[in-house]
């Protein structure tokens, strides 16, 4: 474990990190990398503008709500550990990481993923993806083709599949319930989960 | 010890997954003991006597488990002091956990020590179980304690603490194994952790063996590793492998799928003329061409002296007369020598062969293929709940860096959003039924006149020209009348199609299918016309051929009378004339071949030309006059071409009809074919692109796109049928081809089984053809055709019952959901559960249900009700009164996580 581990050692917290997200010593040592390489300038955090150096993040029609989704509300930088707990909603859930009713879910549970998406469509944080919302976001995704009466019923179709308590906006349960449903596949799906 | 450490390390390396299983198995531990803990508790105030001994045994344990781990601590951190750093952190986390909890006995809380674990998760065991006695559970402590002690003992210098664990998890999935059988469990879900529990022991009894069996195991490991990542890669070398794909997606993400599905049949087409030109150019021209005979050597494959001044003339050549004509192109050119080369290649059998294995390959494909999709086309209903839902939440792939991939998805995402909107329009269509089936009756009816109508046109001036054929100065007119009515028909029938089809409003989809099965009906007229004047042409060089025969014949018994009149002694000499000067017959196959060729060629010219000027001209004026002209050009009347999907489907479809009919008289035409197929792949592709724009309803293709199949499949059968008729009735002509001298062209197959064949086959092959035998076969098949669509019926009826069902069930769901504001997922999966296991006790899932209800913080009172409903079996009332058991612990509210986990809890978590 040679050069690994003495990068390993050199971050900050490591163990306690990989004992709260659940990557492995590999992983962190890697993610610090990438960290150090997205933090041009060496100024010791992230900042919205590192993130906007990233090609795939550029092309993505809400690349800004996504770079928004690391940095908690006010804040400008972004350090380390925060940058792992982030990244620890992608990791693959475990299917033998048994559930405890008593400590808070982990990172990367389905519905801790689930709500990271959520947060990305709810830019007001008031725990529903509003009409409005989902307007702007179809704004971003569809080109001018569409017209903006075609926009508005597509926005308000979306609302209506989900939409189970008939408030005209998608909470994070309805999303939740929304998207457990695959299309065509829901069999497995069900299974899964 | 340092190997050990290598290992592991190597394991560590290794990588993600069993980082994953460790982690995990380390987790394990934690809510086990939680759960441990409460029953021990519990246990402990209910009968505290009688749990004194085995109180003390759980005291005694930690202490010698804690003794164990600080040994082990103190001689890693001497000697491996890597090792440590990534030791410690668990364990040291481990122990806060246990330390941060409250109300635990004073062993439990003081306790770092592994066995201490094990002898709770015993507890969290016999709460599962409750069937077994404690004794059981008494002896089973023990030995699984007994055994870990000997696993510390044994790993003293191993790695990791979660060993130890790991070891655990896989005794007790053996016992697990082991008692599954007196789980009071449904069989299902026996069965379930069952195949679990075995996948469990099977990964990771490896890891525990010592040396070699570890070393063998992270050997595994990384094999596995190595070969997932072989096959993902082997995945995207096949995706890159699939030509034209990058091509299609970029059309298909402009133009919507029905577009694509136009060019997805174009690539399958390719595909299967690729394979009939290896067939053909392998098996036959190459063949003749390497080891037959050199051209000029014989009368067939030498150009006519007449005909030779001319036959290198370009206007000659575009005709496929002169040296194109007496080419390995055509039938003409092939020699009837049993055997060609020091192969002894059978070229004419090969040439049979190979035109009646085009015919059967290309059945073969297309059927499996239309097999294949209807495959696809069932598992996919219209069933999608949340179409818009998913497409906006889901469509867009966050892997594309590149700006061009970008745009593209930009676009295949407003594409499919403009599908889905066709689609849900054509749902919600409802207006006047009975209009609307006036108008759909009507337009069908007016459909089938301009049919009847064209067809009977089509009769009348093929029997007017074939009386003109007999009559002299003809004016231009009657001489191009076939002509004329033809071309007209083609551009006037589709215009009124559409026209008609508009009263129909049918969704786009389904119109196109009209459309196409309309034209086809159309362009079946052309095809009748076609081949009747292909087949008096052909009756008319027969005719000739035979007198030129008597003539050849004559004239060879007299050059032989006088041959042998003169010489005497020598005789078989052939008469010394140049093969040139041979007078010869008309030979009508390759008349046939050339025909299909010059067809091919000329619909390729103006498909071509159309595409050049209809599409190319029209967006080229449209978008550079449109600076000067007075109204708007593209917004107004002539604007950009939309891509004509009916017409180019049917083009392709005739073509390879003409295709597969022409190729067993002119095998180069299957080149010509692939050809065609290869550049009009890039020029459509460049065309609809540059010039044309999507549809103004895109609509989506079904995924199956069968009916392309089907009318595929038609025309080839249409085309199987003449030339099955030419091979088996007609002679072939007595100086050209493979067959010439044969009294028919089958004869080749039973000269084979006489000349080569032994005499046994001979006899075999005769009982084989006769019809006491053959008629039972045809009976057989008939009869298994009817049985097996009997029985594919049936399966269709079922499935879909089952899939009405389904709808129906979610339907119900949906509603209940909706009148009741009610969104507990937990109990929705319970009130499912209910009626199927009322006839069993207490199971453990039902105990934890309520434990779980809570999840959904604040609708205790929809629980209540949920629960009511649920209670409309008697039998259940047991179950659910007896809820309140364990409390609430705090589960976040809406975690989808415990509630779905609560549903059905293995139990070996």
């Excluded at chain 1, 917290?13 to 492995?24: K, P, V």
């Excluded at chain 2, 005709?319 to 004419?348: E, I």
């Excluded at chain 2, 499912?832 to 249900?849: G, I």
Aim: glycine fraction near 8%.
């Amino acid at each position: 474990m040679g050069s690994t581990n003495s990068t390993l050692s050199k971050i900050p917290n490591a163990g306690d990190l990989m004992q709260e997200t659940g990557f492995s010593p590999a992983h962190i040592v890697r993610l610090y990398d990438r960290y150090k390489a997205l933090d041009k300038d060496k100024k010791g955090h992230l900042c919205p503008q590192d993130f906007g150096a990233i090609k795939e993040l550029a092309m993505n029609p809400i690349s800004d709500r996504i770079i928004g989704a690391f940095f908690s509300s006010g804040q400008e930088v972004l350090d380390f550990p925060s940058f792992v707990r982030i990244l620890a909603h992608f990791r693959p859930v475990d299917k033998n990481r048994p559930k405890d009713p008593n400590s808070p879910e982990h990172i990367n549970s389905r519905s801790n993923k689930l709500k990271f998406i959520f947060q990305l469509y709810d830019q007001d944080k008031d725990g529903k993806i509003s009409r409005q919302e989902l307007l702007q976001v179809l704004r971003t995704m569809l080109e001018k083709q569409v017209t903006e009466e075609q926009l508005e019923s597509i926005a308000d179709r979306t609302i209506q599949e989900a939409d189970l308590d008939r408030d005209d906006a998608i909470s994070f349960d309805e999303f939740r319930k929304n998207s457990l449903w695959c299309p065509s596949r829901s069999i497995k799906c069900r299974a899964t989960d | 010890m340092p190997k050990n450490s290598d290992i592991a390390r190597k394991l560590e390396e290794v990588g993600i997954e069993i980082d994953g299983e460790v982690d995990s198995a380390q987790e394990n531990s934690t809510p086990k003991n939680k759960g441990g803990k409460r029953t021990a508790t519990e246990k402990r105030g209910k009968a505290a006597a009688s749990e004194d001994g085995e109180d003390e045994d759980e005291d005694d344990e930690p202490l010698r488990g804690r003794r164990a781990a600080n040994r082990r601590k103190v001689a890693q951190n001497e000697t491996l002091e890597e090792d440590s750093d990534d030791d410690i952190p668990p364990r040291r986390c481990a122990g806060n956990r246990r330390r941060g909890k409250p109300g635990g006995s004073a062993a439990e809380s003081g306790g770092g020590g592994k066995p201490n674990k094990r002898n709770k998760r015993g507890g969290k065991k016999q709460k599962e179980d409750k069937v077994k006695g404690k004794q059981d559970e008494k002896s089973k402590n023990s030995s699984e304690d007994s055994k870990s002690e000997r696993g510390g003992e044994e790993e003293e210098s191993m790695s990791e603490g979660e060993r130890a664990q790991l070891m655990e998890e896989v005794e007790e999935k053996k016992k697990l194994i082991a008692n599954i059988r007196n789980k009071p469990w449904r069989m299902k879900r026996r069965l379930k952790h069952l195949k679990e529990a075995q996948l469990f022991v099977d990964k990771f009894e490896g890891a525990l063996g010592k040396g070699k069996g570890r070393k063998l195991y992270a050997y595994k490991v990384m094999m596995m590793k190595k070969w997932i990542k072989f096959q993902r890669d082997f995945e995207n070398f096949k995706t890159a492998c699939i030509p034209w794909e990058r091509k299609i997606k970029e059309v298909e993400s402009h133009f919507g799928s029905s577009v694509a599905s136009y060019f997805i049949f174009l690539r399958w087409m390719y595909g299967m003329n690729l394979v009939l030109f290896s067939l053909t150019f392998g098996l036959v021209v190459i063949p003749e061409l390497l080891m037959g005979l050199p051209y000029g050597s014989i009368p067939r494959k030498t150009v006519p002296r007449a005909e030779q001044a001319t036959a290198m003339d370009y206007s000659v050549l575009t005709d496929f007369n002169g040296y194109c004509k007496y080419s390995a192109l055509f039938y003409g050119y092939y020699n009837n020598q049993r055997t060609v080369g020091f192969l002894k290649f059978r070229l004419p059998l090969s040439y049979l062969m190979v035109g009646i294995g085009t015919f059967g390959y290309s059945l073969m494909v297309v059927i499996r293929t239309m097999a294949k999709n209807a495959d696809v086309g069932g598992g996919d209903g219209e069933d999608n709940e949340f179409t818009f839902a998913w497409k906006m939440f889901t469509s867009w792939d966050y892997l594309i860096g590149n700006a061009e991939t970008a745009d593209n998805k930009y676009a295949s995402i407003t594409t499919s959003f403009k599908e889905s909107i066709v689609d849900e329009q054509e749902n919600q269509k409802d207006e006047n039924v009975h209009l609307r089936r006036f108008l759909r009756v009507l337009a069908n009816l007016l459909i089938t006149c301009t049919l009847g109508g064209s067809g009977y046109l089509i009769y009348f001036v093929v029997k007017r020209s074939q009386e003109f054929a007999n009559m002299d100065n003809l004016s231009w007119y009657e001489k191009n009348e076939l002509e004329i009515i033809m071309s007209l028909l083609g551009l006037v029938g589709p215009m009124l199609f559409e026209t008609i089809a508009e009263l129909e409003d049918y969704h786009p989809r389904i119109a196109l299918k009209w459309q196409l099965g309309r034209i086809f009906a159309l362009f079946l007229g052309n095809l009748y016309t076609f081949l009747l004047a292909l087949f008096d042409e052909v009756n008319a060089k027969l005719e000739e051929e035979k007198s030129i025969k008597n003539a050849s014949i004559w004239f060879m018994q007299e050059y032989h009378a006088n041959y042998t009149a003169n010489n005497p002694n020598d005789t078989g000499t052939p008469p010394p004339i140049d093969p040139s000067d041979v007078i010869r017959g008309p030979c009508w196959e390759t008349t046939v071949g050339i025909e299909f060729v010059k067809l091919t060629i000329s619909d390729i010219q103006v498909t071509y030309l159309t595409i050049l000027i209809g599409d190319f001209l029209r967006a080229l004026i449209v978008r550079f006059l449109n600076y000067c002209w007075c109204w708007d050009l593209e917004a107004g009347w002539p604007s950009y071409g939309e891509f004509d999907i009916s017409g180019n489907v049917l083009g392709l479809v005739f073509n390879q009809g003409m295709i597969w009919m022409g190729a067993f008289y002119a095998p180069g035409l299957v080149g010509i074919n692939v050809l065609r197929l290869l550049t009009s792949m890039y020029y459509q592709c460049w065309a609809v692109m540059a010039c044309n724009v999507p549809h103004e309803r895109v609509f989506k293709a079904s995924k199956s796109n069968n009916f392309y199949m089907g009318l595929l499949l038609l025309i080839l059968f249409l085309s199987l049928l003449p030339v099955v008729y030419t091979i088996m009735s007609l002679p072939p002509s007595f100086d050209c081809g493979p067959f010439s001298g044969k009294e028919r062209m089958f004869d080749v197959i039973t000269e084979t089984i006489d000349l080569d064949l032994p005499a046994f086959m001979g006899t075999l092959f005769s009982y084989a053809a006769n019809p006491g035998l053959i008629i039972p076969a045809i009976l057989l098949m008939v009869l298994a055709i009817y049985y097996l669509n009997a029985v594919s019926e049936g399966y269709k009826n079922a499935n879909m019952e089952l899939k009405k069902k389904m709808q129906m069930a979610r339907d119900e769901e949906k509603n209940r959901r909706n009148n009741k504001d009610s969104t507990n997922q937990v109990l929705k999966d319970l009130e499912d559960l209910l009626p199927n296991r009322s006839n069993l006790p207490q199971k453990p899932e039902e105990r934890k249900a309520p434990k779980v209800k809570p999840g959904a913080a604040g609708k205790g009172i929809n629980v209540q009700k949920d629960v009511s409903l649920a209670l409309a079996n008697p039998n259940t009332r047991g179950l659910m009164t007896q809820a309140p058991g364990p409390k609430p612990v705090g589960c976040l509210p809406g975690n989808a996580g415990p509630g779905h986990k609560g549903a059905a809890p293995p139990p070996s978590h």
